[in-house]
Nanobody, 122 residues
Framework: VQLVESGGGLVQAGGSLRLSCAAS????????MGWFRQAPGKEREFVAV????????YYADSVKGRFTISRDNARNTVSLQMTSLKPEDTAVYYC????????????????WGQGTQVTVSS
């Protein structure tokens, strides 16, 4: 499975961004899809995950109520709508895929995109 993220950029605090991840080369609907992020000098951290059907979603406490993950199995895409952005959301955001069930640990994911930079200015 190949994953390509897009939609990152520079935004002011309080603003919004929508990240997208396009998947190819596998059966998209067979994979749980996650978003992770990594800030400079920090470990990669879980942001959100969505189940294969899209019926279940889970979020890190730090983004709950501000970010929304969604997927379109017909178009092989997963998105992350980010609102009320804060400077501490600044990071490289990665899309990831794993077969079957959802997970929140980065080492449980088999496929990764190259990442997209999100910078939130204060």
């Amino acid at each position: 499975v190949q994953l390509v993220e897009s939609g990152g950029g520079l935004v002011q605090a309080g603003g919004s961004l929508r990240l997208s991840c396009a998947a190819s080369g596998g059966t998209f609907s067979s994979h749980a899809m996650g978003w992770f992020r990594q800030a400079p000098g920090k470990e990669r951290e879980f942001v959100a995950v969505i189940s294969r059907s899209g019926g279940a979603t889970y979020y890190a406490d730090s983004v709950k109520g501000r970010f929304t993950i969604s997927r379109d199995n017909a178009r092989n895409t997963v998105s992350l709508q980010m609102t009320s952005l804060k400077p501490e959301d600044t990071a490289v955001y990665y899309c990831a895929a794993r077969p079957r069930i959802v997970a929140v640990r980065a080492d449980e994911y088999d496929y990764w995109g190259q990442g997209t930079q999100v910078t939130v200015s204060s």
